[in-house]
């Protein structure tokens, strides 16, 4: 089946020129597929997870100590194609197809800055950003 995909794109909708969403925004956009030949589907979804991870170094004379935490703040799927009980499931014939999705990002009690590219925070030990 891979060789039938001829392309597979996710683009969102940015909301400000920061690129940058916050806790209860909503991110809008799409899902492109392009397919050369009929394929069968089981299930078609994108997900969405919002992770933060921390790591700082502390130095004390000789001694040196790496602290480290993750958290998941959330983790969502919409589905484009549900899973079907069916044998012969759902099918996409060929051409470029568009899923829309559409999700609110969860509210936190920290108000996290979500980004939707790599970002690296320094944090202090109070977990507050240096």
Same mark, same amino acid.
């Given at each position: 089946m891979s060789g039938s995909i001829k392309e597979l794109i996710?683009? @969102?909708d940015p909301i400000n020129e920061s690129n *940058?969403?916050? =806790?209860?925004d909503i991110v809008e956009g799409r899902v492109v597929l392009e397919v050369t030949k009929e394929i069968k589907v089981d299930k078609f979804f994108v997900k969405f997870t919002g992770d933060a991870d921390v790591r700082w170094t502390e130095n004390s004379g000789d001694d040196e100590t790496t602290y480290s935490d993750h958290?998941? @703040?959330?983790?969502?799927?919409?589905?484009? *194609?549900?899973? =079907?009980s069916k044998k012969d499931g759902p099918v996409i014939r060929p051409g470029?197809?568009?899923?829309?999705?559409?999700?609110?990002?969860p509210q936190?009690?920290?108000e996290t800055v979500l980004l939707m590219k790599e970002r690296r925070e320094r944090m202090d030990r109070d977990g507050s950003s240096a």
């Open positions: 996710l683009h @969102y *940058i969403f916050t =806790s209860g958290e998941r @703040y959330f983790k969502l799927k919409q589905y484009f *194609i549900q899973e =079907s470029s197809h568009v899923f829309p999705f559409s999700f609110q990002l936190h009690k920290n």
